[in-house]
Structures are given as C-alpha cells and as structure tokens.
C-alpha cells in the first residue's frame, strides 16, 4: 500500500462553534440503530396502539355510520382525557418503549467504553452534557415518535373529525399533559437507558438490565404487594410508578392507593442520581488507580 | 511550538505523576522521551485539558488549558496511544463525524475525510467496517482524524506502538512529511528513541515526573561526557568504585560489555590507571558513538 499518492493539503474553511454541536451524535446514532436486526419491526409494532388509538377517535366520531355494529353506543369510545391516559400508560406501549431503548440505548456510551473512544469525543471542543444530550436525544427521537407525536396527533384529529374546538375548550390543558407526560416518560426512559449503558462495556449485559431491572421492579412490587396485601409497595415498579404519574399528569383516578407525589419522588430522585453518577463516569481518561 | 507551561504538578492520588514541569515550546517537532510511567501521557492529557493540574498553569496555542480547554481542543489534533474506533462505521464516516465534531460543516468534512484517508494511505479500505481493520490500519486512521480539521498543532501518543517495521517506517515518514512539510506543529509522545530521533529536532525528557533534561537533539548529543565500552577481566567491585568516585557513570550491557560515561576534563587514562590499581585486565576499549540513547540513558539513570 502506498502512501502519500494525495499530498496533504491545508483546509481553507473556518472552524465554527456550532449551536447544536452534539448533532453529528444524535444523527449518527438513529442511523445505526435503524441498521439493527428486527428494530424495525419492533419500532413499527410500538406504533400499533397509536393507530388504535386513532382509529378510535375516528369510530367515535362516526358512530352512526357503526351503529349496526355497537349495542350501546354511548357507552362505546368516551374521547377524553382518560382516553390519552390509557394511551400513554398501557401496559403494551410501556414495553415496546422498554424494547426500543434496549435496541437503541444499550450501546450507546458501552459500546464507547468497550472501543476507548470516549477520548476521541473529549479531544473535540464537546462538553460532556453536550456527548450526553447528544446520546440522549437518539432515544428521544425514538421515544417522541412513540409518545408525544402519535398523541398530539390522536388530539388533532380529534378536533379535525369533531369539526369544532368543543374538545379543546372543554380540556385546554390536554395538549400540555400531553406533552408533558411524553416529556416525563421519555426523559426518564432516556436517563435509565445512558446510566445502565455507562456501567459495563458489554452492550448485551447492559440490554439484559434495562429489560430485567424494568420488570423484575413489578415482579416485585406483584409478590410484596399479594404477601403483605398492601399497594405502597407500587413505589418498588418502575411501571407503577410511572402509570401513577400518568394518571396524575391526565387528572384521573390513581391506578394504585399511593400518593403520586412519591412516584414522583421515586423518578426524580432516580433521575437525578444517574445523572450525577453519568457525569462522573464519562470523561476523556480512565485513571486507573 | 506555543506550548508554555510553568510549574505543573499532577498527582493520581497518593502518585506523583507529574512534579515542577516548565516548558517553553516553539520548535516544528518535539519529541517526548521518557520510559515507561515518566508520565508523557499524562502531559498531553493536560495539554488537552482532560485532566486538571493540581497546581500551574499553562497555554496551548496561546489558549489557558484550564480555562478555554474547547479552544485547544478546536485547533489541536490528538492521536491516542489506546487502540479506539467507534463501531457501525466506516473509515469515511468516522473520519467525517469527527470532523463534524472539530466544528466542520458536514459537506466540507465529508470531502476532507476522503483527502485525508489518501493521505495516510487508506484509499482502498476507507469503506470497510472498522472493525476489520488491522493494527495498522487502526494507526493510520488515528492519524487521519487527527488530521481531518487541519490542526495547528498534532500531539501523538505512542504513534508506532504495535506496529511492524514496515508499518513503523511509514506513519513516522508520514510524521515527518507533516511536522517538515505541512506547517503542522507536532508533539510526539514515544520512549522509542530511534523514532523521536527521526522525526524530532528538539527532545524533553521525562523521568518520573520530572523533566530530566530538554534542548536540540544535536546539542544533547553533542559530547558533554566521553562514552566508552570496555569489557574488563577481574573483581570488578574496586573498580567500578574508583570510576564512579572520579565522576563516571557505568552501564552493564550484554556480553559483560560496559558503558562508561567519563565527564568532561577526564582523560581515559584513568581508566587504565585504575584498572592498573585494581589488578584489572581490559579486553576490550572502544571509544563509542554517543547517540540519543546513550544520552537518554544517561539522563533517566542506569540501573
């Protein structure tokens, strides 16, 4: 192999600092994870409940044209704001969101460690929330199309099939919670994936935690709860939790007789600690002592 | 080179790895010497700002490296010694995404990927998997995304580590076409000697954390102490007290060879003189090139 058949030659451009510098990340990392093996498939199925979701909406507006089919029509499809909450807090949506972010979070800071390549991010002028965010919003990309875009949609269409804003005024504060709880879920989704990603090298070890720790959470919380015959110990479910916070964010009834504050508690404190714990274990070096 | 450091300490934990380092860098190409744990790597980290010093300061392009460590990094390209590539890609998106991330626009470090990947002689495999690639093909494409923002000034770490002689040879003449010819400051890191000496001017030297000596290459090897290698008959004990109490320095080599560093003023007579005093028989008495080896040695200590 020869070398040097092109002379190195001077770049004239300008280096620049960008507004969004943890971009090339994000791009990079939807890219690869839309090369894994059966992603597609279980991306494409976690939008099931959104079409659903939305073929409801549509039904409900048109319930004469089904009439034949339905005994009790007005009992059939409510569109209301518990009709968003059990969108957002179905037991089946909460998995395939736990199934993407194993397929697009495990790797995403392991998978640097395994390569040493940490040091490659850090010898460029990106801070370290930047090479997080960047991490991070790869699985709020996945997340929002799951969460926030099919329920804003579902809200739109609403009014659209309604042909009126009756739905609007009568919830105004339907699209925040909508946005708010698609916020909550896929921040903390994002969070839980990036610090169970930073504490092995072994991407597969690491898919393995993000499914167990989420469901061995309500495996418990089922057992203490049948034993002790007492719901508090929804605060042990990762699930329980965040349905709680659902329910909480839509204003309805508490799935479980615990205060959402301590849901609210449980995540955020969560939260807080993976972030602080991240912020200590990515850097440039490893010193090993 | 614009590196200006004054007085830097750096300590993992209770180890001192760096103590009282001052340098004053302007020279193309500088090597740093030093064995193994004389803290090299721990230098350039600080240079690049991913560890803080615990006491001093310094700049980097004009930059402080405890404060604007994102403009260092901006205008510095950094090859590390650690075998690292992202997974998933190809040489050209590597090369490129880091380019991006130096503060390029896509297009530009795009078509910047492809010249560098020629230069460093990876033209044919630059849209293989990096996970294919051979140990020298690693090194080359270290090499080439440090060099993909065109930086003013390049730190390499270890550059020819696990390298075959043939792959040695040619990343150090691409170091050397860049350090001579390209208007690219270099600093690099190695306790390769014959490496540093190829491609540098102007050496510093570590030793446990300190810097043991800096200055031109030709200068330092200029004769400061006259090197000897003898190989002698006898109880060498009294011997070898007597040289060293006349200021010398002495090295066991293989095949019962023995440097001998004389200080200046010192004629080899004394030699012969003690050895006649200690009922020594001298077999062997060359007068020996000193090279950078000779001097590293003897500037880092012999056991």
Redesign the interface.
């Known amino acids: 192999?020869?070398?040097?058949?092109?002379?190195?030659?001077?770049?004239d451009?300008e280096?620049?600092?960008?507004k969004f510098?943890w971009w090339?990340?994000t791009r990079?990392g939807i890219k690869?994870t839309f090369?894994k093996k059966f992603f597609k498939i279980f991306f494409f199925s976690s939008l099931i409940p959104a079409l659903v979701y939305l073929a409801g909406v549509y039904i409900s507006e048109r319930l004469e044209d089904f009439h034949f089919m339905i005994r009790k029509p007005e009992q059939f499809i409510q569109i209301n704001p518990g009709y968003f909450k059990s969108y957002f807090t179905g037991d089946f949506l909460l998995f395939m969101m736990v199934m993407i972010i194993v397929f697009c979070g495990a790797?995403l800071i392991s998978?640097?460690i395994?390569?040493?390549?940490l040091?490659?991010?850090?010898?460029?002028?990106?801070?370290k929330s930047q090479y997080l965010l960047g991490k991070a919003s790869v699985i709020f990309f996945f997340l929002f199309l799951v969460t926030l875009v099919p329920g804003l949609i579902i809200f739109i269409m609403k009014l659209i099939f309604s042909g009126s804003f009756k739905f609007f005024i009568s919830y105004p504060w339907l699209p925040l919670s909508i946005i708010g709880y698609s916020l909550l879920l896929t921040g903390f989704f994002s969070i839980y994936a990036l610090f169970l990603s930073s504490l092995s090298k072994n991407s597969r070890y690491v898919a393995i935690l993000i499914f167990s720790i989420y469901f061995f959470s309500n495996i418990l919380y089922e057992i203490f709860s049948e034993v002790f015959k007492n719901q508090h110990f929804a605060l042990l479910s990762l699930k329980a939790n965040l349905q709680q916070l659902g329910a909480a964010f839509f204003n309805q009834n508490l799935p479980y007789k615990t205060s959402w504050y301590f849901s609210f508690l449980i995540i955020f404190s969560f939260s807080m600690l993976a972030v602080i714990y991240l912020k200590k274990k990515v850097?440039?070096?490893v010193?090993i002592? | 080179m614009s590196i200006e450091i004054k007085d830097i300490h750096f300590n993992?934990?209770k180890i001192k790895a760096l103590s009282g380092i001052d340098i004053n860098l302007e020279e193309d190409a500088v090597g740093l010497l030093g064995p193994n744990g004389a803290g090299k790597s721990t230098l350039l980290?600080i240079l690049?700002g991913?560890?803080t010093p615990n006491k001093g300061e310094g700049k980097v392009l004009g930059y402080d490296i405890k404060l604007q460590q994102?403009?260092v990094?901006?205008?510095?390209g950094?090859m590390?010694e650690?075998?690292?590539?992202?997974?998933?890609?190809d040489a050209v998106?590597f090369t490129s995404?880091?380019g991006?991330?130096?503060?390029?626009?896509?297009q530009?470090a795009m078509k910047?990927a492809h010249?560098?990947l020629?230069?460093?002689?990876l033209?044919?495999g630059r849209y293989r998997q990096l996970e294919t690639y051979s140990v020298g093909m690693k090194q080359r494409l270290k090499l080439a995304?440090a060099?993909v923002?065109?930086p003013k000034l390049l730190f390499l770490d270890e550059p020819t580590s696990s390298l075959d002689p043939q792959g040695r040879k040619?990343i150090l003449?691409?170091i050397k076409?860049?350090s001579s010819k390209?208007?690219i400051q270099v600093l690099i890191s190695s306790h390769l000697l014959s490496d540093i000496e190829f491609i540098c001017s102007y050496v510093l030297i570590l030793n446990k954390g300190q810097l043991a000596a800096q200055g031109e290459i030709s200068k330092l090897k200029e004769i400061k102490y006259s090197l000897y290698e003898i190989k002698i008959k006898g109880d060498a004990q009294g011997f070898f007290q007597k040289l060293k109490r006349i200021g010398c320095e002495i090295e066991n080599k293989e095949d019962k060879l023995l440097k001998v560093y004389m200080p200046p003023g010192k004629s080899p007579q004394e030699i012969f003189r003690i050895a006649l005093e200690e009922k020594i028989q001298i077999r062997h008495f060359i007068k020996s090139q000193t090279s950078l080896e000779d001097f590293f040695a003897k500037v880092v200590g012999v056991d």
Request: neutral net charge; glycine residues 8%.
């Open positions: 192999m020869t070398i040097r058949e092109k002379g190195y030659s001077h770049w451009g280096l620049s600092e960008k510098p090339p990340i990079f690869l090369k790797g998978d640097d395994k390569h040493n390549s040091q490659l991010y850090f010898s460029r002028p990106l801070k850097k440039g070096v010193i002592k | 993992y934990g980290r690049l991913f560890l994102m403009r990094r901006r205008y510095v950094y590390p650690d075998d690292c590539f992202i997974p998933g890609m998106s995404y880091l991006e991330l130096s503060g390029m626009p896509r530009e910047r010249e560098v020629f230069y460093v002689g033209e044919e995304q060099l923002h065109d040619e003449e691409l076409d860049i390209k208007d």
